[in-house]
């Protein structure tokens, strides 16, 4: 995500008076980036917006993607809220891919931020079915922790292999 030219799409969008599906997937897009920036305050005033304005957050997986982008501004600060927020989000999932999307962020949380060993039962569930519905970038992000996991546990092969597994599917779809 290239911040300028994210900004940018964002007014460009906003210029054309988007329906409230796509002012509310901005919202989460702005969230998002605001985690990934480093600007939390902002990015929890877009998030307070965005749930005032989506209901009960069942349409279009609306809810459990802003609980998803809202748990990425507390996962390295408070680990437990973002935990909080993923299985929020994973309970309004309304279809398969978003579902494994927030399961994912549950297991990355768990493991990364709190440092706890990989539940395999959980990862395989997640990664068979990411693979057999072609869910890339989920596919992209589970072969990324197995890889982080790897390399915690000094397994610099099988960290290769994820790895390369990730970048492969990075490349390919992204």
Same mark, same amino acid.
């Given at each position: 995500?290239?911040?300028?030219?994210?900004?940018?799409?964002?007014?460009?969008?906003?210029?054309?008076?988007?329906?409230?599906?796509?002012?509310?997937?901005?919202?989460?897009?702005?969230?998002?980036?605001?985690?990934?920036?480093?600007?939390?305050?902002?990015?929890?005033?877009?998030?307070?917006?965005? =749930? %005032?304005?989506?209901?009960?957050?069942?349409?279009?997986?609306?809810?459990?993607?802003?609980?998803?982008?809202?748990?990425?501004?507390?996962?390295?600060?408070?680990?437990?809220?973002? #935990?909080?927020?993923?299985?929020?989000?994973?309970? #309004?999932?309304?279809?398969?891919?978003?579902?494994?999307?927030?399961?994912?962020?549950?297991?990355?949380?768990?493991?990364?931020?709190?440092?706890?060993?990989?539940?395999?039962?959980? =990862?395989?569930?997640?990664?068979?079915?990411?693979?057999?519905?072609?869910?890339?970038?989920?596919?992209? %992000?589970?072969?990324?922790?197995?890889?982080? +996991?790897?390399?915690?546990?000094?397994?610099?092969?099988?960290? %290769?292999?994820?790895?390369?597994?990730?970048?492969?599917?990075?490349? +390919?779809?992204?």
């Amino acid at each position: 995500m290239e911040p300028l030219l994210f900004l940018d799409a964002v007014n460009t969008v906003l210029s054309r008076r988007p329906d409230s599906i796509s002012f509310n997937s901005i919202l989460n897009r702005l969230v998002l980036y605001c985690a990934r920036f480093g600007y939390p305050d902002i990015g929890y005033e877009f998030a307070k917006l965005g =749930f %005032r304005l989506i209901g009960d957050g069942r349409v279009e997986n609306q809810g459990a993607v802003l609980c998803s982008d809202f748990g990425m501004l507390y996962t390295h600060a408070d680990p437990a809220t973002a #935990l909080q927020l993923f299985q929020q989000g994973a309970e #309004l999932a309304g279809d398969e891919r978003q579902r494994k999307h927030n399961e994912l962020d549950i297991l990355i949380t768990k493991c990364i931020g709190y440092g706890n060993d990989l539940n395999a039962d959980e =990862f395989t569930k997640i990664w068979n079915a990411s693979r057999k519905n072609r869910f890339s970038g989920i596919s992209a %992000r589970a072969a990324l922790l197995q890889g982080s +996991l790897s390399l915690r546990s000094r397994d610099i092969g099988e960290a %290769r292999r994820w790895l390369n597994s990730a970048q492969a599917g990075v490349n +390919l779809y992204h």
